[in-house]
């Protein structure tokens, strides 16, 4: 009898794990989804209150991953390895912070959000979320490990273009911007914004070496 069907026996009841990670994936694609109608809107004033909405999204995704680092101190049998849970938990979380930053930047900044590479951006960040949570939805039977691939291969390819979208956007800065300022202040956007998406192929590797472990 092998390691990981000895461990499928002694795989707990209780899916608390498995809707955590659920309820962590859903809030991180809300607040991208939040993202997308922050740097669609034009008026700094309002867009304040929906980077409220994303503060308190941010909050509520901290809830949960306090309650998984809880669950995984009170638990000895846990549905994967322990390290994995406490690698994912918190790469979703950096996704979350990263999403929050950024918007609340485009405000403090008073940076005009009307710019193809903070949307672009925004954009392969709200796919990526989507992507990652059908993959952690898929981790609760591991049945459709095709469609949990897939995802995952997805959020690579995500990273890779918002890669490419933040090379262009600070190529386009630098050549068009002439207020030392404005390039400072905008070129920490691409950065912060780039670095959500490299967050979300951490996540998506983690799944990944899930899948290789359990599968």
């Keep these: 009898m092998g390691l990981n069907t000895i461990g499928r026996i002694f795989m707990p009841k209780n ?18 989804d939040m993202l997308k109608k922050v740097v669609a809107e ?36 846990t549905p994967f390895d322990r390290e994995d849970i406490h690698y994912l938990a918190t790469a979703l979380d950096d996704i979350a912070d990263y999403i929050y930053s950024s ?46 691939t897939e995802a995952l291969v997805k959020v690579n390819s995500i990273e890779n273009q918002a890669d490419d979208v933040f090379d262009m956007s600070i190529e386009m800065l630098f050549q068009k911007e002439n207020d030392a300022k404005e390039v400072i202040k905008k070129r920490e956007i691409y950065q912060v914004l780039e670095i959500a998406t490299d967050k979300c192929e951490d996540a998506a590797n983690v799944i990944e070496s899930i899948i290789i472990k359990y599968a």
């Design 103 to 148: 918007s609340k930047k485009i405000n403090f900044y008073h940076i005009n959000p009307n710019d193809s590479g903070i949307q672009k951006m925004a954009e392969l960040i709200y796919q990526g979320c989507n992507e990652i949570k059908k993959a952690v939805y898929g981790l609760r039977d591991m049945k459709d490990l095709r469609k949990m």
């Design 15 to 32: 899916k608390i794990f498995y809707e955590l990670f659920e309820q962590v994936a859903d809030t991180v694609c809300e607040m991208a």
């Design 42 to 77: 034009p008026d700094h004033d309002k867009r304040a209150p929906l980077i409220k909405q994303i503060e308190d999204l941010e909050h509520k995704n901290d809830d949960h991953t306090h309650k998984i680092f809880t669950e995984l101190g009170r638990n000895f049998i």
